[in-house]
């Protein structure tokens, strides 16, 4: 598995494997980490479990100040 650093913010991390894409943001000790495909999320999530203590908080509502809004588009 390569993530890759983006170019535009070193906190941002893209993952991309075939049709699918998953971004990781770290800020301190907080991660926004969204896929194309919730298998894959999944996937990940459990990989970082084995290796940091973590706690998912599940969907995304705030961060740092930013309110979040889901929507399908």
Do not use: Q, W
């Not at 990940?44 to 809004?69: P, Q, Y």
């Amino acid at each position: 598995m390569v993530i890759t650093p983006a170019a535009s913010d070193a906190s941002l991390f893209i993952y991309k494997d075939r049709d699918s894409v998953t971004y990781l943001l770290l800020y301190i000790d907080d991660i926004i980490l969204t896929a194309s495909y919730s298998d894959i999320l999944c996937h990940i999530i459990v990989r970082l479990s084995l290796e940091f203590m973590m706690t998912d908080l599940r969907a995304l509502h705030h961060f740092l100040g930013i309110s979040v809004t889901h929507s399908s588009n």
